[in-house]
C-alpha cells in the first residue's frame, strides 16, 4: 500500500456512492451560468470525486464549481469546515485562479445532495488534495469565461486578460463581468485537461493572510451549528445509555413513560430512546423507564491496561526491515531499550455530538457534525435498509472534532427517533455522554531499542508500537539497520482518530528516547539529532528552531531547563524547543517558553496557518502533561469537565512560531503535524533540570514525581 | 410548566419553562437564543456565560426562574445596530477563535472583565476567563483581543 492508501484505510473508508444529480439538472438548479467539472487521476479519486470506481463511468467527475449569472463564484467541495479554516483557505485557492477576491466565493461544503464525494476531512488531506482541485477547475473556467469573451469580440483570447472578475481586451478597451459572460450560456464543461497552475511566486491571493470568511458570524452568535437548528415540530432526543460497556439490554418496562404526554420510547435492540416535546419531558421520561441490565464484568481499567496491551498484541504487518539489527547491535558502542506508555485521552470538542434528523417518506436528511459526511450517509442507509440515494447528510461548519467526529452516531440515534416519533427529532449529546460514548485516542506501549558508535552515529534501530498506531512511526534519522513494527490490540476502549493520530506517541517515545542516548553518549541532545539527519527540511526546522530559542546558550539549572524535539510527517516539517520552569516545594512543573519551527511547503494562509500551530501547541500541553481518560471495569470514571483537566489561560506558555515558506515546494496540510513536538520537548526539558526521565504521557498528571 | 418573564437584550421576554430548568435552556430551547452555548452544564467551559445585572455568569447553573426581572445580556445582546461591541470587533480583528463555539462565552467574560477592570492584565484575563475552554487552544490571540478591546474602549 502507498501512504496515502494506508492513510485512508486507518479511517475506515468504506463503499462509494454515486452524486444522484444529473450534470444539467444540478446547473438548472443553480440558476444557469456556467458548471465546471474535473475528472481527476485515479489516485486522487480515492479520496474524492465517484471517478475510477465505477468502470461505466470512466470520465466521471471528482468535484465541481459554479460561475452563476451575478458573477458569483460557487465551489462544492465534501470537506467540511470545523475551525481548521479550510473554508477560508480553499476559497482564496480558489479566488487565486479564477482571479476573483476571496468575497466572490461561495463554498457549498460537506452537504452530500450537493458535493461530490469524498472520504472525509482528516489526515491533513484538504491543502495537498482539495486545494490542487479546486485551482485547477477555477483555472479552467478562468480560460473557459477568456474564451466565451473571445468569441463575443472576435478577438484572440490570448490577447485577453482576466482580472478582478472581468475579462478585458487591452487592444480595444473593452470589458465584460464574469457575470455577463456566463449569463445565458448554460454551460457543462467537463475537463480532465491538467491546466498550469499559478506558480507560488506570483501569487496574490494565496500566500498572503486571509482573514475568516464568515468571522463575524462567529463573533455575533449568529453562526447555526447543528445544535443550534431548529425545524418545524423538532422534538428532543435522548439516549438512554447502559451502565457500562457491553452491557445489554435484558428488560425494559415503558409503560409509566408513554403515559406522559407526547413521548415516544423506542427500544431497538440493546438501542433505548426517547423522543419528547423538550428537555424536561424526555429526563422524566427516562427516568420513569423500569430497565435491566446484564454488565459484562472483568474488564480492563488504567491499573492494568498497559498489561493488557502488552499481553493482547499481535504480531502485526511485517513493517520496516533493512540490514540486520541483531548485527549492528551486536557491535554498537552503545546500547539503550526503553519502554514508553501513552494514556488514553479524550478530544472534548467544546460543541458535543450532534444531529437532527427528518424524515419525509422514506427520505432522510440529517444534519450533524461528521467530519465524513459520506461515511455517515452510508452508515444511515445501511442501519435503516434504505438506498443511499434516500439519504442526504449536511455538515454546518462545526463546534470542532480533531478527528473525534469521523463516526455517526448521533445520527443514526437522531434517525432512528425520528422515524417512530414521525417527527424531526434533535440528539445532542451531554459532556458526560461525549465522555463515555465517544471514542478515544488510543493508548500504546512502545519498546524502542538502539545502537550507536561512541562518534553518536546511530547504527541500530528497532520500534515496536503497541495499540497507538502506524502514523509517524518510521524515523525521519538516517539508521542503516531498522526493525520497525506496528502491533494492532482490540481495545477495550472504543478508539479512533485523533487530530495527528499515534503520530504523537510515536514522535515522544522517539525524541525522548533520542535524548536519552545523546546523554548516554555525552552528546548535545541537537548536535546529536543533526548529526544523524539527511533530511535537509528537517534539519532546516531544528536549525530554525533552535536559532530562535538560542538553543545552548542558557545552562540549564535545577528549577529551569530546555529540550528539544521534531519529526516530520504528513508533509510538514516541526521542531519545537521548551524550557520549563519547576517549583522547588510544589514540585509542580509550568511550560514557560516554547518555540516551534514548522515548515509544510508553500504557505496558503499565513494567518490561519499561525492559528492552528499555536491552537496544536496549546491542545498539546494537555497530552503532555496531564490529559488521561480514567476507567474501570467498563465505566469511565472521568466523565465530567471538573473531573477532565484540558488546558486554559494559565497553562499557556510564551509561544513563538517560526514558519518557514517554501514557495518552491507543494503546499502541504498543517492541521496535525505541530501538535507532535511539544510533549517530547517538554520531557527533555524536565531531565534537563531535573534528571527524572519521564517515560509516560501524561508527563506530571500530579505534578513532578519524587 | 410555569410562566415567567425574562429582560434579555433590553426587551421583555416572556416564556413557559418547566420549574427548575437553567437559564440556558430557556434563552436556548424556549427563546431561540442559540448564540449561547452548551458545553458541559457543570459551569466548568464557560460556553454558556451571559451578564446578568452586568455580572457574568454561567446561564447552565442559574436556574431561568433566579434571573427573572433582572437584566440579562446575551452575545445577541452586544450588537448595536450593525455596530459589533469593541470586544467583538477586536475578537474579529485578530481572529481570536478557529471553530468559534467557545467564542460567545469568551466574549462576554471579557465584557464582564473589563467593565469591572477596564485596562486588564495578561494575569487578570487569563484568571477572569480561567473558567472559559478554547478547547481549539486560542487563547494567545484571545489575550491580545481583549487587551485591545480594552485599550479602544478607553480611548472611546
Redesign the interface.
Known amino acids: 500500500m502507498t501512504d496515502d492508501a494506508l492513510e485512508l484505510a486507518q479511517h475506515e473508508v468504506d463503499g462509494l456512492h454515486v452524486f444522484d444529480s444529473d450534470r444539467r439538472t444540478f446547473l438548472k438548479t443553480l440558476g444557469g451560468g456556467i458548471l465546471v467539472c474535473l475528472s481527476v487521476p485515479r489516485v486522487l479519486a480515492q479520496e474524492s470525486g465517484r471517478g475510477g470506481f465505477f468502470r461505466d463511468l470512466p470520465q466521471d467527475v471528482a468535484s465541481w464549481l459554479h460561475v452563476g449569472e451575478d458573477g458569483r463564484v460557487t465551489a462544492f467541495t465534501g470537506k467540511v469546515e470545523?475551525?481548521?479554516?479550510i473554508r477560508t483557505s480553499l476559497a482564496q485557492q480558489v479566488a487565486e485562479e479564477l482571479h476573483v477576491d476571496v468575497s466572490a466565493i461561495d463554498l457549498v461544503m460537506g452537504d452530500t445532495d450537493r458535493c461530490p464525494w469524498d472520504a472525509g476531512t482528516f489526515g491533513s488531506r484538504t491543502t495537498p488534495t482539495m486545494g490542487p482541485q479546486l485551482r485547477r477547475m477555477a483555472a479552467i473556467a478562468r480560460g473557459l469565461l477568456v474564451d466565451l469573451a473571445a468569441r463575443r469580440w472576435n478577438a484572440d483570447s490570448a490577447r485577453l486578460a482576466a482580472e478582478k472578475g472581468r475579462v478585458r481586451n487591452p487592444d480595444t478597451g473593452a470589458s465584460l463581468s464574469y457575470g455577463e459572460l456566463s449569463k445565458g450560456q448554460n454551460l457543462v464543461k467537463t475537463s480532465t485537461a491538467d491546466v498550469p497552475l499559478t506558480p507560488a511566486a506570483d501569487w496574490k491571493v494565496m500566500g498572503k493572510p486571509a482573514?475568516?470568511v464568515n468571522?463575524?458570524?462567529?463573533?455575533?452568535?449568529?453562526?447555526?451549528?447543528t445544535?443550534?437548528l431548529?425545524r418545524p415540530g423538532l422534538l428532543?432526543g435522548l439516549v438512554v445509555r447502559r451502565p457500562s460497556f457491553k452491557a445489554t439490554l435484558a428488560s425494559v418496562d415503558k409503560a409509566a413513560a408513554e403515559r406522559l404526554p407526547g413521548v415516544t420510547v423506542v427500544r431497538d435492540g440493546d438501542f433505548l430512546g426517547i423522543a419528547a416535546a423538550?428537555?424536561?419531558t424526555a429526563a422524566r421520561a427516562a427516568a420513569a423507564l423500569e430497565t435491566k441490565w446484564n454488565e459484562v464484568p472483568g474488564q480492563p481499567s488504567n491499573a492494568t491496561i498497559f498489561e493488557f496491551l502488552r499481553k493482547n498484541a499481535t504480531p502485526g504487518e511485517q513493517g520496516t526491515v533493512k540490514g540486520s539489527v541483531e548485527e549492528a547491535m551486536a557491535s554498537a558502542d552503545v546500547k539503550l531499550e526503553k519502554t514508553y506508555t501513552v494514556e488514553y485521552i479524550a478530544h472534548?470538542?467544546?460543541?458535543?455530538r450532534t444531529a437532527v434528523a427528518e424524515w419525509a417518506g422514506d427520505k432522510l436528511t440529517v444534519w450533524t457534525g461528521s467530519q465524513r459526511p459520506f461515511a455517515v450517509k452510508e452508515e444511515l442507509a445501511e442501519a435503516f435498509h434504505i438506498p443511499a440515494d434516500k439519504v442526504r447528510v449536511l455538515v454546518p461548519?462545526?463546534?470542532?472534532g480533531?478527528g473525534g467526529k469521523h463516526a455517526g452516531d448521533a445520527a443514526v440515534e437522531a434517525a432512528r427517533l425520528a422515524k417512530a416519533a414521525g417527527k424531526p427529532v434533535k440528539v445532542?449529546w451531554?459532556?458526560e455522554e461525549e465522555f463515555t460514548w465517544a471514542y478515544v485516542r488510543p493508548a500504546g506501549v512502545i519498546d524502542v531499542k538502539s545502537g550507536a558508535r561512541r562518534d553518536g552515529t546511530l547504527t541500530a534501530w528497532e520500534f515496536h508500537n503497541i495499540n497507538s498506531g502506524p502514523a509517524a512511526i518510521g524515523t525521519p534519522y538516517a539508521v542503516a539497520n531498522q526493525r520497525i513494527q506496528f502491533h494492532p490490540v482490540p481495545s477495550p476502549l472504543r478508539q479512533g482518530s485523533y487530530r495527528g493520530l499515534a503520530a504523537t506517541a510515536n514522535h515522544f517515545a522517539r525524541e525522548t528516547y533520542m535524548d536519552e542516548l545523546a546523554h548516554a553518549l555525552a552528546l548535545d541532545p541537537l548536535a546529536f539529532r543533526l548529526k544523524n539527519l539527511s533530511d535537509a527540511r528537517l534539519k532546516a526546522v531544528f536549525e530554525a528552531a533552535a536559532e530562535k530559542f538560542s538553543w545552548g546558550k542558557e545552562k540549564p539549572t535545577r528549577e529551569r531547563g530546555s529540550g528539544v524535539a521534531g519529526g516530520t510527517e504528513k508533509g510538514g516539517y516541526l521542531a519545537t524547543c521548551a524550557e520549563v520552569e519547576i517549583d522547588p516545594k510544589t514540585r509542580r512543573v509550568r511550560i514557560r517558553r516554547v518555540v516551534a519551527a514548522f515548515e509544510c511547503g508553500a504557505v496558503v494562509n499565513p494567518?490561519g496557518l499561525r492559528?492552528?500551530i499555536?491552537?496544536?501547541?496549546?491542545?498539546s500541553i494537555g497530552g503532555a502533561m496531564f490529559e488521561a481518560v480514567r476507567f474501570e471495569n467498563g465505566r469511565i470514571l472521568s466523565s465530567?469537565?471538573?473531573q477532565y483537566r484540558?488546558?486554559?489561560?494559565?497553562d499557556?506558555p510564551e509561544?513563538e512560531i517560526v514558519i518557514l515558506d517554501r514557495k518552491d515546494l507543494p503546499s502541504a496540510g498543517a492541521g496535525e503535524t505541530p501538535i507532535v513536538g511539544l510533549a517530547p520537548a517538554v520531557g527533555n526539558a524536565i531531565f534537563a533540570t531535573t534528571k527524572v526521565r519521564l517515560r509516560a504521557l501524561p508527563l506530571v498528571p500530579q505534578g513532578l514525581p519524587g | 410548566m410555569s410562566a415567567l418573564t425574562l429582560h434579555v437584550n433590553g426587551a421583555s421576554r416572556p416564556a413557559e419553562a418547566?420549574p427548575d430548568?437553567s437559564l440556558l435552556?430557556v434563552l436556548?430551547?424556549r427563546l431561540?437564543l442559540?448564540?449561547?452555548?452548551?458545553?458541559?452544564?457543570?459551569g466548568?467551559?464557560g460556553?454558556c456565560t451571559v451578564l446578568l445585572d452586568g455580572k457574568p455568569v454561567r446561564s447552565c447553573r442559574t436556574k431561568a426562574s433566579e434571573a427573572a426581572g433582572r437584566k440579562i445580556v446575551?452575545?445577541?445582546g452586544?450588537?448595536s445596530g450593525d455596530r459589533?461591541h469593541p470586544v467583538?470587533?477586536a475578537?474579529?480583528e485578530v481572529?481570536a477563535?478557529?471553530?468559534?463555539?467557545?467564542?460567545?462565552g469568551m466574549?462576554v467574560s471579557a465584557v464582564g472583565l473589563i467593565s469591572a477592570k477596564p485596562a486588564p492584565s495578561s494575569d487578570d484575563?487569563?484568571?477572569a476567563?480561567?473558567g472559559?475552554?478554547?478547547?481549539?487552544?486560542?487563547?494567545?490571540?484571545?489575550?491580545t483581543a481583549v487587551k485591545q478591546a480594552a485599550a479602544a474602549m478607553k480611548k472611546g
Open positions: 470545523f475551525g481548521q479554516n482573514a475568516k468571522g463575524r458570524d462567529f463573533v455575533t452568535g449568529r453562526h447555526v451549528y445544535s443550534d431548529t428532543h423538550d428537555r424536561e472534548v470538542p467544546l460543541e458535543t461548519d462545526t463546534g470542532s480533531y445532542s451531554s459532556r494567518n492559528n492552528q499555536e491552537g496544536a501547541i496549546v491542545q465530567r469537565l471538573s484540558v488546558p486554559r489561560f494559565a499557556v509561544i | 418547566a430548568e435552556s436556548r430551547e431561540n442559540t448564540g449561547t452555548k452548551y458545553g458541559c452544564g457543570e466548568q467551559c460556553a446575551t452575545i445577541e452586544l450588537v459589533l467583538q470587533a475578537f474579529l481572529e477563535f478557529q471553530c468559534g463555539f467557545c467564542t460567545p466574549i484575563i487569563a484568571s476567563l480561567g472559559n475552554v478554547c478547547r481549539c487552544g486560542t487563547y494567545p490571540r484571545i489575550v
